[in-house]
């Protein structure tokens, strides 16, 4: 096909228009459709030249009017540009031999030139891990511990990486600097949480409750309520009566069972003395057992329904639904899981109306002392009392989610935390040892440890914050979502991204942490100024930021005391037959990580006054 000098001529000048656009990083939606313009009228001509290499010029020139026109019509129009002239013959004439020449040669050069420009104008996202499947990504690639996945994948692609999950784009951080960057320098970006989890969104009324509650003004009223009313340090001191006990409670049945001479069920030990802890507290009924003296009392039948609730609640939570992911597949409900989710939210709500409504009974009784107040006390004064006039307000389904978050997030993580520190202490005879000297030092064998000791014991503190290092029971925190696009590390992250910070990578990294495998509490002893609340990003179990944890002091002294208590009121040994070294180290992946085995362990009481043991009246 050969072309006339003009047509020839115009369409080597529309090239080199497109080559001036990029080159002065013009708009290049406008060189080129000047450039086009110029061909317009010869554009049936054109039409013909171009069904060679098989382009459609007619939509090229229609687009490059448009703000459509970009990089790839460009591209596209140059190659078809070059085509034509290449196409033309020697009767054309020597000009259109010399702009054969010259375009060719351009092109040799400026084509790559464009790809490579092409490829910088498109967002530059961080690296994704190979082999995802359609429709479901990398879903079934994360096995059945996803963040160990999570972290193999980041020896192969760094300190940021993204998944796609399902149709959920995700980026996983799994070092301090990554994590410094999205928790403090972009906090507000990442303080969001996703509201993309079907049974998040049941069990929170529709993301009413404090952790799962979208970033805006009702989320930072609920956290106001929940940091100046309920996990204050007057109401912490107000609630040591009931920690108290219920630390007798833990310590009196573990010597039933040494009596018995059968193992101690460690993690059951644990579990009902943190739940009923903060059931109490929450509630102000027990989760679980008897009272002191195993006294059945009308509490422990409600708390024991509520268990049985909680227990499927939790069992429910960490199913795996398709729907989260690939929301158009929802309607499947495999498994019929969405439907028990909806039965047992029923149950849930049936209970916590009934817990209001005694609670709104009591209060019509007469005013209540302030001691003596449990959580829902606290929000429903808070309902009653607040401004009419105010635009956020409190209701009943509110608090009812954030009882939910208070109880979801308060039991687990305590309990799971001192499970894995006397599994490490057990493995660790000599850290052990020095433990219990430090106990024995500061407070004696002639009484139990009490929660003002904690600040003498530094030994304890360092080895709380080394098995917070090697276990967070949160090893992904929990997911957090951005606002808006942003920038991490010169890689575009879109908005509406899950993160996942890598809490359990992070405490493990090689950058941050020597010889970061080991369980070696010294390395606290020698830096103290590493503390738990967010402000070293190399060791985050309670996160840091605006989403991070509340209950950062209760959480750590929870811990703190219960691991001294029962390192100093028992001597602690394996099963017999079992040797520490064997000890499996499993984990069982969820948004809470435990053991993947109970810890059952034998327990010798070692205070000299047995009475020391009895649960006070
Ligand atoms: C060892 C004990 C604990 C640990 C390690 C822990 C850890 C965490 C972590 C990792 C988060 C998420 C942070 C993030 O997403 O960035 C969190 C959030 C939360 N925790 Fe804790 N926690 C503990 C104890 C408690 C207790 C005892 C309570 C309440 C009684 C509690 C209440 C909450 C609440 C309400 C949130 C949600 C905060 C929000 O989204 O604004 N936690 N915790």
Redesign the pocket.
């Known amino acids: 096909m050969s072309l006339c000098l003009n047509d020839s001529t115009n369409t080597s000048l529309i090239f080199w228009l497109q080559i001036i656009g990029f080159c002065l990083r013009q708009e290049v939606g406008f060189i080129t459709g000047v450039s086009a313009h110029l061909c317009v009228e010869q554009q049936l001509l054109l039409d013909q030249a171009f069904s060679n290499t098989n382009q459609k010029i007619s939509d090229l020139v229609t687009k490059s009017r448009s703000k459509e026109f970009g990089v790839m019509e460009c591209l596209k129009l140059s190659i078809a540009s070059v085509s034509s002239v290449m196409n033309s013959t020697p009767e054309d004439g020597p000009k259109v031999q010399v702009f054969t020449v010259c375009a060719v040669l351009v092109a040799m050069v400026v084509l790559p030139w464009l790809l490579i420009d092409l490829q910088r104008r498109e967002p530059k996202l961080p690296p994704s891990p190979q082999g995802a499947w359609p429709i479901v990504g990398h879903l079934p690639l994360l096995g059945k511990n996803p963040h160990i996945a999570m972290k193999n994948w980041a020896n192969e692609l760094g300190d940021m990486f993204l998944l796609r999950l399902g149709s959920v784009p995700a980026i996983v951080i799994t070092s301090p600097e990554m994590a410094r960057e999205v928790l403090l320098t972009q906090d507000k970006t990442w303080a969001s949480?996703p509201k993309r989890k079907i049974s998040a969104m049941y069990f929170s009324y529709n993301y009413r409750g404090?952790?799962f509650a979208q970033y805006n003004a009702t989320?930072r009223y609920l956290?106001k309520i929940?940091m100046l009313e309920l996990?204050t340090t007057k109401r912490l001191e107000a609630s040591l009566p009931v920690r108290k006990e219920e630390m007798l409670q833990m310590i009196w049945s573990i010597v039933q069972d040494a009596k018995s001479g059968k193992p101690v069920d460690v993690r059951l030990r644990l579990n009902n003395k943190m739940a009923n802890e903060?059931f109490r507290m929450v509630l102000g009924c027990r989760f679980s057992g008897s009272k002191q003296g195993d006294v059945q009392g009308d509490d422990d039948v409600k708390g024991r329904e509520f268990q049985d609730i909680i227990d499927e609640n939790q069992q429910l939570k960490g199913l795996f639904l398709l729907g989260d992911y690939v929301p158009w597949l929802r309607f499947l409900d495999i498994g019929g899981i969405e439907k028990r989710i909806k039965v047992c939210q029923g149950r849930l709500d049936r209970f916590l109306n009934k817990v209001v409504d005694e609670h709104e009974a009591n209060r019509r009784k007469g005013p209540i002392a302030e001691t003596d107040k449990d959580m829902v006390d606290v929000l429903l004064r808070t309902m009653h009392e607040q401004d009419q006039k105010e635009t956020l307000k409190l209701d009943v389904n509110t608090i009812k989610a954030t009882v939910m978050?208070?109880i979801a997030?308060?039991v687990d993580?305590?309990s799971i935390?001192v499970e894995w520190g006397m599994a490490e202490l057990i493995r660790h005879p000599d850290t052990m040892q020095k433990l219990t000297e430090e106990l024995d030092s500061v407070v004696g064998k002639t009484r139990m440890v009490q929660e003002n000791d904690i600040p003498n014991l530094k030994y304890l503190q360092a080895v709380v914050k080394e098995v917070?290092r090697l276990h967070?029971?949160?090893p992904l925190?929990?997911p957090?979502v951005s606002t808006q696009d942003c920038e991490i590390a010169g890689y575009h992250i879109p908005a509406d991204t899950r993160l996942y910070?890598h809490?359990h990578a992070i405490g493990r990294n090689e950058k941050a942490w020597d010889s970061p495998l080991d369980f070696d509490p010294e390395r606290f002893i020698s830096r103290p100024e590493i503390d738990l609340r967010g402000h070293d990003f190399g060791l985050l179990?309670?996160?840091s930021g605006r989403?991070?944890?509340?209950?950062i002091t209760?959480?750590?002294l929870?811990?703190q005391w219960t691991m001294a208590t029962l390192v100093h009121s028992f001597a602690w040994s394996l099963p017999t037959g079992q040797c520490f070294e064997d000890l499996d180290m499993e984990e069982e992946f969820g948004i809470t990580t435990p053991r993947a085995n109970a810890l059952t362990l034998h327990a010798a009481p070692r205070l000299i006054d047995t009475d020391l043991y009895q649960p006070c009246c």
Do not use: N, Y
């Not at 989403?547 to 209950?551: G, K, L, N, Q």
């Open positions: 949480r404090i952790t989320w956290r929940v996990l903060i978050s208070m997030a308060g993580t305590s935390t917070l967070p029971p949160a925190l929990i957090h910070v809490a179990p309670f996160g989403r991070a944890c509340p209950a209760m959480g750590t929870q811990v």
